[in-house]
């Protein structure tokens, strides 16, 4: 058993890296280009990834630490190694799941594309870093796989990148997470310089001993959440995730519902114990806001992919919050259940664009029942968990997380109050705007007879995925009872550990110790699971009212509320003002420095050489002039005098004699 | 004194002089047999490759180096200039002294796989090959010396010998504005080689072997505090003399970096220059500016460089930002590059400020890694110039699906360049990062220029998309993929960024004791 | 009448003036040779002259032939040059061959 802990999760990290290797450099040698290999593989890992979890069940937590490199004698050491606990077995599976049902979806979805190979290295390359990503006991190497995901998102997105929208949401996808990037960064920074330490366990040891302590401790949790922020497109980051819609829809199940998203989560809930009661509050303020913005905007969207989009959002905002507010089990039970129903409700919606032949608008759609009824069954129970009906998996996780915030609320009191009320509205409208599109895409009459009448039912390999998704989108996956998660295995396994900081008192967040916490969530436990039945019932209700039976008129209502629709249809206008603001602004500073450099710095280069030219011919006029005249003056004024003394040199000896005679004739009178 | 000798002669001399045998060798050669003398001319640097595979095998880690004599590896010591001075007292004497350390030792190699790199990459050049070939082993022998000197008068010589080829070789074999680069290369370097001189020689006159008794050049004994006359002229600790000498040294080395506001030669040599020079150019010479400051600066003048760190800091991080700034505003790749190499030798300037061994071990690292990655940047650059005869940025799109190989080829060094972990550079620049966190008194400059890290990963992918994403315009249907010769070229390079991004101990093992050592002398711990 | 010293003198004196004559005057090559010949020979008269009346013995005659010797020399000498002369310029005319003049 030990040895099963030992490597098997490292052949299970390294599987897709071959898969990776393997397509990359003999794709094309391969028959159908490798893709039957891809699957299979991923299948095996999904195995594999079982195993490693019932044999952690017996056992129990199990980490592999090597040395990596380090630096000199003492305390700079590098560590590599994973581990193997109720997180991470849990997420191998969730992950490993994914990828493979996306991988299956993906043969008949991405068939005849011209880049077929390239799309199945790259999901391999995309596994292995989010299976490395998950594994690590390492918050380094946690970065360098986030990194790589992030890459293999890059590559993912932008996969049609003939085409310019790709291009532009690639490139903004990773320069955003970037932006997070660098907060996550420098929070392990704070942890490697003060603590010393790069593994979890040693970074919670150092600060149960108090090494990091105070503002610093509060800097670095809400730093390494810049991380989380960035890849979970948490407010006010989110901005990229909607775009990376541009990528093939497997993808957006896989990477951008699924599973990468849902790293920041991860790594949230890897760190939660080490929160200071203030960054708490931060993760819990980010989350709750996240999730309202993104639903509200989820509300008018047009586009199906859109609207799943900022659905992602809104939920990855409950995760956080949930995290935030104390309850770390229940934000990542819903990561998991989430995990299921929205690659449902993607690769359903790639189901969709499949027969509908790349319509993404559902206002071309309609009626697709009854052409397309296992997308419509399986997107239809999908559906139902995302909005907490009962007797799904999103019931369980969505309901334990509304009462944590009421938990939450009424231990804090005052301002907390939001976060519960956030939480509901939120509730609310994730009904409402999923059963709008519900009803536009699938019910009703086809709005566009042409479209329809060539659509079709997506082949096996598409739609098998999908039943299985559905399948384990319901409550018996999780627990055998159907209102209550906590008897569930899932719930029993993962237990939200004692905070290192249990007593400590922030600014407007108090963190209680488990068992006080456990009391109060007891309490909320069927208020607020009557509350938020009520209100997702409520937002069904609407969505009915007003799209099926149509009993209020939603243009007219749309034409009164003109300017919130359209400030809600403009996603609140983030996108400008970041275009208007950061973006406009670093170009324009780049152009400045451009100016500057060619200008300005170069052109001080270029002007002392001109200053020297200059000198240089003055002085050289100067020598010319001035010193060299004097000695011209010299040579000219014997010259002169030559000139006039040539007169004499006729170069006739006649002439001397003559002179000769003359002068002896003078001298003859002068001394006679 | 000479160790591990080879027939008689130093294998650091024989790694020196080498490409020297060379150019003989090709001045016999009559200049029709163009591919004799290509070849030819290949052979030298793959000796020097094997000569410094010799020399990484037969290192020992262990040995710190940097201001002892006794720790240095592969020492020879003959006497070079020996002549009694009538002016000042005692006699002139030079050594011919070289040897390596562990901040050396990888920039020796580095400077054989580029000067491999170099003439492979050379192979387009179609006039006057023959004295091309010559200049470029003859700046091979000017580099290699720069980094095996132990005595600042043969360090100085090599470091201007350089200067020569490199001045024919961008004015010969250049682009459009070939001279106007040529000669701001040459007079920009050359002014700041005043500054060295004038330091070496206040060093000179201000130095007292303890032994002998007489001024000295070497390197190692004026890093001994007791070497230095305590009434000359840069006497003392801390004096402002010392902290001139110090600034003025750091411009020679500056120009070379090159530190804001010092850089402008560069894009323009950059540009200009053919692709192999550019190689050269990013690859090595780059290096020599900062290896300058580690090997003479800072042993030499400790206390003014704990003083110089905050203003140094702050000039990296506007190399960073600055750099990258400039670079987004760039529509000439070969441009665009050369700013990139600013803002890299940024974070390496950011490293040497921090003054932390996790800082100096970054830097080191660093100027290896700029090193491979900028060259296949360049080689990369120079192949799709070779078949398009265009730089322009906005002259392309769609290559990715023309040219996959090429396209495979520069997304990783692309990636390595913005510092993707898994890629060499990752570690590195972690290294710089977490040294400069560590130095409290950088710490706010360390984390604007963590800002470096997002900009540059804007003006990449935003190159990638340019060049490589989109439709191909219609003149570049009949472009053709990356050659074998060209693939020869860049793959070792990237196998290197890809291996040590994984597995970077053995190489930073090598350089650790020196590190460490220097870091002793700046702090006075020994 | 007795012819004295100063007939010899008086002669001597006009054959002098004639050669000094025949020299500035003449831009013949030749002809101004002829002239310095005259001199020469002027010179002999008065030397032979100064011999005979001074009381000097033979001395004067000796060097009156060593002079005309050296004429005889010196006129080989100068036609030697002044054929050269011809060659070159193809005249005799001395104040046509002025090229170190310039």
């Not at chain 1, 969730?94 to 043969?107: D, T």
């Not at chain 2, 190499?341 to 071990?361: D, K, P, Q």
């Amino acid at each position: 058993m030990d040895y099963t802990l030992k490597y098997l999760p490292l052949v299970i990290l390294l599987v897709p890296m071959f898969s990776f290797l393997l397509l990359a450099f003999f794709g094309n040698k391969l028959p159908r280009k490798g893709d039957f290999i891809a699957v299979s593989l991923l299948f095996i890992n999904l195995a594999l990834s079982l195993i490693v979890f019932f044999a952690f069940a017996q056992t129990g937590k199990y980490s592999y630490t090597v040395d990596w490199f380090n630096l000199g004698k003492g305390n700079l050491n590098f560590t590599a190694g994973f581990v193997i606990d109720e997180l991470s077995s849990i997420m191998l599976i969730v992950v490993n799941a994914i990828s493979a049902f996306v991988h299956l979806f993906s043969v008949k979805y991405m068939e005849g594309d011209a880049k077929y190979k390239k799309y199945f290295s790259y999901l391999g390359l995309f596994t292995f870093s989010m299976l490395g990503l998950v594994l690590t006991n390492n918050v380094l190497l946690m970065y360098v796989f986030w990194e790589l995901v992030g890459v293999s998102s890059y590559l993912l997105i932008g996969f049609w990148y003939e085409k310019p929208a790709p291009q532009e949401a690639a490139k903004k996808a990773f320069i955003v997470n970037r932006v997070g990037d660098v907060g996550f960064f420098l929070g392990i920074m704070i942890i490697f310089l003060t603590l010393g330490t790069f593994t979890f366990t040693d970074i919670f040891a150092g600060i149960e001993a108090g090494k990091l302590q105070g503002g610093l401790l509060t800097a670095a949790g809400i730093l390494l959440f810049c991380g989380a922020i960035g890849k979970s497109a948490q407010f006010p980051l989110h901005v990229w995730l909607p775009d990376a819609m541009e990528g093939p829809t497997p993808v957006s199940a896989l990477i951008h519902a699924a599973t990468m998203v849902a790293a920041g989560v991860y790594l949230t809930a890897r760190i939660f114990v080490m929160l200071s009661a203030d960054a708490l509050t931060f993760v819990t303020f980010i989350g709750a806001i996240t999730a309202f913005i993104s639903a509200t905007i989820a509300i008018t969207q047009n586009d199906i992919k859109k609207v799943l989009a900022y659905s992602t959002i809104s939920q990855l905002g409950y995760m956080i919050m949930a995290i935030g507010v104390g309850a770390m089990s229940f934000g990542m039970f819903h990561l998991v259940t989430h995990a299921f129903f929205k690659a449902c409700l993607f690769l359903t919606a790639g189901s969709v664009i499949f027969g509908m032949h790349h319509v993404q608008d559902i206002r071309e759609m309609g009626g697709l029942r009854k052409k397309m009824p296992i997308t419509y069954w399986t997107f239809l129970i999908a559906t139902f968990a995302l909005c907490g009906v009962p007797f799904t998996s999103g019931f369980l996780s969505k309901d334990s997380i509304l009462a944590a915030t009421m938990a939450f609320a009424n231990i804090n009191g005052g301002i907390t109050y939001i976060i519960p009320i956030i939480g509901f509205s939120v509730a609310g409208m994730t009904a409402f705007y999923m059963f709008r599109l519900l009803i536009i895409a699938f019910l009703g009459e086809p709005r566009n007879k042409e479209k329809y009448d060539h659509c079709h039912e997506s082949p096996i390999q598409m739609t098998l995925p999908l039943i299985i998704l559905a399948a384990l989108s319901t409550f018996v996956v999780f627990s055998f009872n159907p209102i209550g998660a906590d008897s569930g295995w899932i719930m029993q396994m993962m237990k939200t550990p004692e905070s290192l900081l249990t007593g400590t008192k922030g600014m407007i967040y108090h963190i209680v110790d488990r068992a006080e916490y456990t009391e109060m969530l007891h309490h909320a436990h069927y208020p607020a699971m009557f509350l938020s039945l009520a209100i997702a019932g409520l937002g069904i209700l609407l969505a009915y009212v007003f799209y099926h039976w149509k009993k209020v008129d939603v243009e007219k209502l749309t034409e009164k509320i003109k300017p919130l629709y359209n400030f809600s249809l403009n996603k609140w206008y983030f996108d400008e003002l970041y275009d208007a603001t950061v973006i406009s602004f670093t170009m324009a500073i780049s152009r400045l420095s451009a100016w500057v450099d060619n200008k300005i710095v170069d052109g001080v280069v270029n002007g002392s050489a001109t200053v020297t030219r200059w000198t240089s011919f003055g002085s050289g006029k100067f020598d010319n002039v001035v010193v060299d005249g004097l000695v011209n003056f010299t040579g000219g004024l014997v010259g002169f005098f030559g000139l006039i003394f040539r007169k004499f040199q006729t170069g006739k000896i006649q002439t001397y004699i003559m002179f000769l005679v003359f002068g002896i004739i003078v001298l003859y009178f002068m001394f006679r | 004194m000479v160790q591990f000798p080879i027939l008689g002669i130093g294998i650091l001399s024989w790694i020196v002089f080498l490409p020297v045998i060379g150019m003989l060798i090709l001045i016999f050669i009559p200049k029709a047999y163009e591919k004799t003398i290509k070849y030819v001319a290949m052979i030298f640097p793959i000796l020097q490759i094997i000569l410094s595979v010799v020399l990484l095998m037969n290192y020992n880690k262990d040995l710190a180096g940097i201001n002892k004599l006794e720790s240095f590896q592969f020492v020879e010591k003959l006497s070079w200039i020996n002549i009694p001075a009538l002016i000042w007292d005692g006699t002139i004497n030079i050594d011919y002294l070289m040897g390596i350390d562990g901040i050396s030792l990888p920039m020796i190699i580095l400077t054989s796989i580029i000067g491999f790199v170099g003439v492979l990459a050379s192979f387009s050049i179609k006039r006057n090959e023959k004295g091309y070939y010559i200049l470029y082993l003859f700046l091979v022998t000017g580099m290699m010396g720069t980094f095996c000197a132990l005595d600042l008068f043969l360090f100085f010589v090599f470091w201007e010998i350089m200067l020569l080829p490199m001045y024919f070789l961008i004015g010969i074999w250049g682009g459009e504005r070939r001279e106007y680069a040529a000669i701001k290369f040459f007079l920009y370097t050359f002014f700041g080689g005043i500054f060295m001189l004038i330091t070496i020689i206040g060093l000179y006159f201000s130095s007292k072997d303890p032994v002998t008794g007489l001024h000295t050049f070497n390197m190692l004994t004026l890093m001994n505090p007791a070497a230095i006359d305590p009434n000359s002229l840069l006497g003392g600790v801390g004096t402002n003399l010392r902290y001139l000498a110090f600034v003025a040294l750091f411009i020679g080395f500056a120009i070379k970096v090159p530190i804001f506001p010092f850089h402008t030669w560069l894009p323009d040599a950059h540009v200009e220059a053919p692709t192999a020079i550019s190689v050269i150019l990013a690859g090595v010479l780059l290096k020599m500016g900062s290896y300058g400051i580690m090997r003479i600066s800072y042993p030499i003048f400790p206390d003014a460089a704990v003083w110089f760190m905050y203003p140094m800091a702050i000039l990296a991080m506007i190399n960073i930002i600055y750099g990258a700034l400039c670079a987004m505003a760039q529509k000439d790749f070969k441009k665009l590059i050369a700013y990139s190499s600013i803002s890299h030798m940024g974070y390496v300037m950011l490293g040497i400020a921090s003054g932390t061994a996790i800082g100096f071990n970054g830097a080191v690292f660093q100027m290896f890694n700029h090193g491979t990655i900028t060259a296949v940047l360049f080689l990369s650059v120079g192949i799709i110039y070779d078949r398009a005869h265009t730089r322009g940025l906005y002259d392309f799109g769609g290559l990715a699906n023309k040219m996959p190989k090429y396209f495979a080829v520069i997304i990783i060094a692309f990636f390595a360049s913005i510092g993707l972990p898994g890629l060499s550079a990752f570690i590195s620049e972690s290294f710089v990062f977490l040294g400069g966190f560590k130095n409290e008194t950088i710490r706010v400059l360390t984390i604007i220029s963590t800002l470096g890290i997002i900009l540059n990963a804007a003006y990449i992918l935003w190159t990638i998309q340019r060049i490589f994403f989109g439709t191909l315009p219609e003149k570049w249907n009949e472009i053709t993929d990356i050659n074998g010769r060209e693939l020869l070229s860049t793959v070792p390079l990237l196998l290197i960024i890809i291996i040590l991004g994984i597995f970077p101990s053995p190489f930073i093992n090598l350089m650790t004791s020196s590190v460490n050592q220097l870091v002793n002398i700046i702090w006075h711990l020994n | 009448m007795e012819i004295g010293l100063h007939h010899y003198l008086i002669v001597s004196a006009i054959l002098f003036g004639l050669g000094l004559f025949a020299l500035i005057s003449r831009r013949n090559a030749i002809l101004i040779l002829m002239g310095i010949e005259l001199i020469l020979n002027a010179a002999n008269i008065n030397l032979v002259a100064f011999s005979h009346f001074g009381g000097l013995g033979v001395d004067g005659q000796l060097i009156t032939i060593f002079v005309i010797i050296l004429a005889v020399a010196e006129a080989a000498i100068a036609l030697a040059i002044v054929l050269n002369l011809y060659n070159h310029f193809s005249t005799v005319n001395v104040d046509e061959a002025n090229t170190m003049k310039d």
